[in-house]
């Protein structure tokens, strides 16, 4: 019997490794990367956090409802996530609009429904990184902040996930074992040049955040922040100082580098498993133990 059973494991073997050349290795990874009925809304979906998110879920089957808003001078980098994810075998639904006016969040959900079915939103990624890098107070008026600049920041950077996850919920888009994440940063506790409106903005996404965990848990949907390590992205690049921030960030990382966005993209596909849904209302650090060296 033994020999029977090794003969016959043989021939199994072997008649697998026949189909394996026959059927190709590309047929093969888009077969175990198969696509389910799963979308992604994800907010800043061309570069970034947000262009990272989308690939690592495409290539665990999800789709991708992307949400950007670029120029002609900067479009390349979305057509490009977007290749990625289509190239990773899942649907991509781009869309370049203002992810903050409310009819245009109507009509990017209008456009899913009409696709996805109920309760195949597993995620909404908030990563939406536009507003104003002026002091609150300077030497004038004309220097400081003005209250129209402080309540774009606040809408981009933090209301608008209020709103968008209003939608998807009463849609019944986002439902039982969904994941609702938002993208923070240090700059929420602390004070740099500059950076006061965007920080009150990170301080007020975390707030949401912390309610939206409590109001969404009877649906059995979590909320979390991301506060992600020093970043070299496009929006880190805009703050003033920002070559002195990232040296400080290598400096005293124990891990002796910057984040990078595949390193949040890693942590984001694990926290949309179904083992993550007793994490929730929590800043969740993803900086290879920065923050905690920073003083």
């Known amino acids: 019997m033994p020999a029977l059973l090794s003969l016959t494991s043989t021939g199994v073997a072997a008649g697998t490794a026949l189909w394996l050349r026959s059927v190709g290795a590309a047929t093969i990874v888009r077969a ?3 696509v389910t009925d799963r979308w992604a809304v994800v907010l800043g979906v061309s570069s970034g956090f947000g262009a ?10 999800i789709n991708i409802c992307g949400v950007h808003l670029d120029r002609r001078s900067t479009i ?10 289509e190239a990773a075998g899942a649907k991509a639904l781009f869309f370049n609009t203002n992810a903050a006016d409310a009819d245009k969040r109507t009509e990017v959900v209008d456009a899913l429904a009409a696709q996805a079915v109920s309760g195949s939103v597993c995620l909404l990624f908030h990563s939406l990184a536009f507003g104003s890098l002026v002091p609150l107070v300077d030497d004038d008026r004309k220097g400081s902040a003005r209250p129209s600049q402080a309540a774009m920041t606040l809408d981009v950077m933090a209301s608008s996930l209020v709103f968008w996850t209003q939608d998807l919920v009463w849609r019944g888009l986002l439902g039982e074992g969904g994941r609702v994440l938002a993208m923070s940063s240090a700059g929420s506790t602390r004070a740099a040049k500059g950076y006061g409106m965007v920080s009150a903005a990170k301080a007020a996404l975390e707030a949401y955040i912390r309610q939206l965990a409590v109001e969404l848990a009877p649906r059995g949907i979590t909320a979390n922040t ?3 390590g020093v970043t070299d992205t ?3 690049q805009k703050i003033p100082g920002s070559d002195a921030i990232k040296d400080h960030a290598r400096a005293i990382n124990p891990r002796g580098r910057l984040t ?12 949309v ?10 800043v969740l650090g993803v900086d290879g133990g920065e923050d905690i060296t920073a003083g």
């Open 260 to 271: 990078v966005p595949e390193d949040v993209a890693k942590a984001v596909a694990l926290l």
């Open 234 to 236: 496009a929006a880190l």
């Open 32 to 34: 175990m990367n198969e």
């Open 76 to 85: 390349a980098a979305a057509e490009k996530t977007r290749a990625a994810i």
């Open 52 to 61: 990272a998110v989308a690939v690592e879920l495409a290539h665990k089957g």
């Open 226 to 228: 991301i506060r992600a």
């Open 273 to 282: 498993e179904p083992g993550a849904a007793w994490i929730s209302g929590n």
